[in-house]
């Protein structure tokens, strides 16, 4: 069998270029979507989203604030920020790039920020709107773009079995509940595995889709695939390689090579799930535009 | 295989002995629980359910409130009742028996109750502190007392496999974040079946343990259950019944006679998950008591 490559960019440009098209809608009304992106502390991988978000905005024709803070910012100052841009009228979207330092209380944080704004849907709102099936809310950018992925390259998901595997608040559960959802792109028989499943391999062999958010370098081999399986591949690790001239290359969480001949279709890594992130980040601001100023 | 019978009323009679200790420390203080159960309207069902709380508040000391409003109430008039709940510091519980009649917009009555007094866990602050997994939070009582009821037949839920059939925001989705949450009780391989599920049968097969939540009669079979799973039945169906002198019977969604020869442990209907229901609202009545108190 020769598996379909996944091409998350080629699938992310087609949402940026809906995205684009809803952009010129509001810009004809006089209005821009504008999303606020917070950072504390200088975190190279933080500083280089944060860079490539405010790059997608400006891409967009989305508004775009990118707010540095300091490392040593505190609780206080940071609600402060978040206050002032959940009343700025310029900004539909905020989001606050993960970690913050130590002293921050990233919980509150995301409780202040005012949940029509919170386009990472990490907000208590958005995460019951989710389990409750209330499409006005914010659903993580990621598992977003996993289930865009297979609803753009025709994966049929109703009464599937959809394997998730990690329980993360960020991937694993969003996902599990987007996928056990009813309609469209859902509607699937859903197993959410972790690091405590016994018999973990043949949980995985029982997949027709599986989604791997483990955050362990090619830990999903081929024994652990069905013959003509789904994969979509979460994971971003980065590996020590010393061929490399950065001397590490990065992996996800299925290891790719054995992995893809079985498959009916799979993401790569990079390349697949990755761009879906950002893309639906975008997509996310101009639904909260919408939802805002409509 | 000789199943072992889980008894809910002693599950319910030792959960229930447990808040009479933590209700008697509460007296000491000069505290006494409240819970206020709103009723609109007269529908038989939901009257015997309200009757059946009130009467287990008073056994156990519990301050409890029952409001009969006309079935013609509106919702403005609803909205000031709950109002006057939430700022009532004799009332620590507050619940509207549902299915309200139909000029009430039930989820905007839910959302309008101070989560810290949601002792059925359905606002949104408490269905998202599930996800969270945020021990503050109030877990809807039926998913609850399924879980102690494992907990109480010493079931191991590490690494099982559990199938949740039913994906209901009553019972299946907590349930399923319940087991799938880190911890004792918990920590399983969750798996939602639901309608949509194409091959049930072996899905349930799969089960170690299986939670039944989908509201039809006797509908899982011998077939549908692995030798030596432990199986809770949810389900609570009225099937007409010419012998019986009210003309019907109780069944649960697992045809028991045929199911139980096959399992290690199985809950019978009526007297399994139905006592831990009621028992686990008291619970959850004690606990806000003593979150707002404490």
Known sequence: MSATLIDGKKSAAKLIAECSEQIAELTAQGITPGLAVVLVGSDPASTFYVRSKSKKCKELGIHSVKLELPAETSQEELLKVIDDLNNDTAIHGILVQSPPPKQIDEAAIIAAIDPAKDV???????????????????????????????????????????????????????????????????????????????????????????????GKPEFVKADDVKEGAVVIDVGINRVEDLIDDRGYRIVGDVAFDEVAPKCKAITPVPGGVGPMTIAMLMANTVKACKQITG
């Open 120 to 214: 990472d849907g990490f907000h208590q709102v958005n995460v019951a709107k989710l389990v409750l099936e209330d499409s006005s809310g914010f659903v993580p950018c990621t598992p977003m773009g996993c289930q865009r992925l297979l609803m753009d390259y025709g994966v049929e998901t109703e009464g599937a079995n959809v394997v998730v595997l990690g329980r993360s608040m960020i991937v694993g559960k969003p996902m599990a509940l987007l996928m056990m959802a009813k309609g469209k792109g859902a509607n699937s028989t859903v197993t959410i595995a972790h690091s405590r499943t016994k018999n973990l391999s043949e949980v995985m062999r029982g997949a027709d889709i599986l989604i791997a958010a483990i």
